[in-house]
């Protein structure tokens, strides 16, 4: 490891020679070895941001090899096209086009198949069809003589140029056709005004279309068939790991406020590490769009169709996002320095951390159901749990008035910071509201969640309906729920009735 | 307008004959006028498909007149640059390469100067830097004869391509130099494999990269000079909007909750679309960093300086998104069925209004700062004035539980759904728990967004400072107050002291 002493030494000497003070540390050293000591430090100092970066490279390669394994893919192919230089017939064959190959795979070869193939087919398609109506635009402005010509082709690379350009704003173009319209413009300009006389141009636009589809192949084949990272696969990852976030998470914080007097420090850090897992869901729209967005355009892959109901898994993540919402707040107000006496805490800790576990196993479940991609049978019967839990939660509260004592106004007045009142020994006690608005605001948040989770419920299964999703084997929803007897239709009928009763 | 019926028409026929149903609504039709009514039907809903995309379009360019200027940017640049091909001595001059110029500005061109700057920028010298390394690893494969050449041009290609994809996925380098690092792969793989000679090299790497230059001079000057877009008032633009956005939300919110009863539907619908504009706020962080990335490469444009601290709109934009996040809880909240009585509501409904009022004005205060570049010596009265409020709130909140009186269990089990208990005429009344649960949750839920606009606060004070706001000159500040006598900073000192005893 390279001493950071020596780094700060040689940037103190520099201000000093920046300040023009006279005074040095080492009098009796001549300016040589001080110019020597200045430049020794400044090259310690840069190998030093070197070694930081490469570390921070190393760091990043190694808690996501995927990224290496692209990267290596991308100079494997890159060093194939190349070879078209080297080898002869195949150079004369496109006719010293092969630039465009090059030019294809660095442009084209993305991370994921479905970004890859999104650029390649927008590509290919783009290029083929600019260069038709660039032909056609040429012929016409041959036709039209010398001096009209240049005219007509400049109007039009105007009149194209501006409307390709707008249909990128375009949101349903923007999010399937962003790359081609690029292309299209390029094309487009590159030939209409390209000078070449028609005939040449047909051979141009067969060499020059031969080159991108050889890029374009090449670009597939590699990221497809070496380690392929499937946007789709990505987007179900971030989704099921949201889930799982999301569940340890509402765990975690409801955990975390009861346990927050006692507990050691290594559990306490891990809790608070779990319960912090939301943060990620909040700010994970942008890449789950993206990923959708690229999704669509893969073949079927793993466990996943062709047109595999992409959009569902942004709706569950919009939900997802909905309850991480109200954790962020249930984490601040429950942070907050008003806060309720331990006893009064204690008294509700039980059906809370309830309703906090019920709430997250259902979220569990879900998480399970996209895992497996398997119905759960099981899910309604969670969900009426979680909701009765919410509802003996209410009913709990709602015996809490009788430990009031009317206060009266003068007392109220004389001690408002009075806030610390102990259970006293005749068994009535007085209990300022202000101390209970923790509990009341945490029971909110609790039951705003759970109807959260109800919307996330939904959107798993209509997912579960739309992928076509299988039941899930009875003997595995026995093994869940031991004591449920009962039939699963019958049961969800039973629980959608309490839960219609409850509400 | 087309008629919309007859489209309808023609896709029930079609609908027909997919099912291949004999039955026909008009029997006495033949064959051969079957068949023209289809191709009416296909024709007319093509048609309407059409005017529809058309009509979004319209509106889009409509809504946002910049982003059709842009297009017309876009291709007069491109019709500009398309005039060397027929100037014939500047197409002479740079050698047939003008077909790189056209490229250029093709893909350099972007819709903000911020990032038409960053992609020219990255371009010419992601073109310098490649091409500078192709021409020595050339040099050395040459010199390695013709057996060691390739291998030598291949394997570096490899790990160059390698190392620079590698660099593209480091947070640091792909926020700035992304485009920089494809282009230097591009070009470094076009030389190093083009076969030329080292001196033709040279004379193709001087017109490649003058023609880059004059495609990028053309963006640069155009997208700058021609109805510029700064990507930095961009950020400004939305940041100062979800300000007020916020503000009104948090208006709205409140009001709408002791409003709805009351009021004209009109009206509520008005308040119901401003009480929702905190959804904005959540969904655009985005939007943001893509901007602040941008707006760093721009130079000195309008009321701000090269080097403005941007980044800091990002913490700004955060901590309004953690505000956003309370009140999309309390909007969930005080939604939800169970609903406090219209008496109980009444009670605290002028000093909720009063919290909520003084929070919003407080953003808005902010969103005058940053408007107008100065300091506000306003804001730390108005941060006062919100956490008195606050503090009177739950001065207010504790004085109500001296409005219960202790209710039997008993007579709890027996009438859990007694809700609408009015009050009674002895001046005593019975209120269970459960009726002032959404009233306590929304003075939590007012209370944290106290807090967070306190973070909000201090951001603003932050880009306040690094940006060197002026202070508002005098006269505004006392016409704003007219009744604080205080000189500021004593003011200052004051609501300091003011805030601290409170918390």
Known sequence: ?????????????????????????????????????????????????????????????????????????????????????????????????????????????????GSTLYKCLNRVFGTFLAGFLAIGVHWIAIQSGEKLGPFIVGFSVFVLASAATFSRFIPSIKARFDYGAMIFI??????????????????????????????????????????????????????????????????????????????????????????????????????????????????????????????????????????????????????????????LKKRISNISLKVGSNSSSVVKELANVVKTMKKSSNIDFLVGEMNSAVQEFRNHLKSLPTLFIPQSLHEADQNPENKNTEPTSTGVEAVPLMDIVPLVTLASLLTEIASRI????????ELADLAKFKPMPDDKTEANQPTNKVVPDQHKEDETMKTLQRV
Request: neutral net charge.
């Open 186 to 343: 390029l094309t487009f300009s590159l030939v209409s005004v390209s000078g070449y006389r028609v005939d040449k141009l047909f051979d141009m636009a067969h060499q020059r279309l031969s080159t991108i589809i050889i890029g374009t192949c090449l670009c597939i084949l590699v990221s497809m068939l070496i380690y392929p990272i499937w946007a789709g696969q990505e987007l179900y990852t971030i989704i099921t790991r949201n889930m799982d976030k999301l569940a340890n998470s509402l765990d975690g914080c409801v955990a975390e406020y009861f346990n927050s007097s006692g507990g050691s420090t290594d559990s306490n850090k891990e809790s608070n590490k779990d319960s912090l897992g939301y943060k990620c869901v909040l700010s994970s729209k942008a890449s789950e769009e993206s990923m959708a967005n690229f999704a669509r355009w893969e073949p079927a892959h793993g466990r996943f169709n062709f047109g595999h109901p992409w959009k569902q898994y942004l709706k569950i993540g919009a939900s997802l996002r909905s309850c991480a919402y109200c954790i962020e707040a249930l984490n601040g107000c429950i942070n907050s320095e008003n806060q309720a006496p331990e006893y």
């Open 1 to 113: 490891m390279v001493n950071e002493k020596e780094a700060a030494g040689g940037l103190e000497w520099r201000i000093k020679v920046a300040d023009g003070s006279s005074k040095t540390l080492t009098p009796e050293a001549g300016v040589g070895s001080r110019v020597l000591q200045g430049l020794k430090g400044l090259i310690v100092g840069l190998v030093m941001k070197l070694w930081k970066f490469l570390k921070k490279s190393w760091d990043l390669g190694h808690k996501d090899p995927r990224k290496v394994i692209h990267c290596f893919k991308v100079g494997a192919a890159l060093t194939v096209v190349s070879l078209f230089y080297y080898m002869k017939p195949l150079y004369d064959g496109v006719g010293g086009n092969a630039m465009w190959a090059v030019m294809t795979v660095v442009v084209v070869f993305e991370n994921s198949v």
């Open 454 to 461: 109800e919307g996330v419920v939904d959107a798993v299964e």
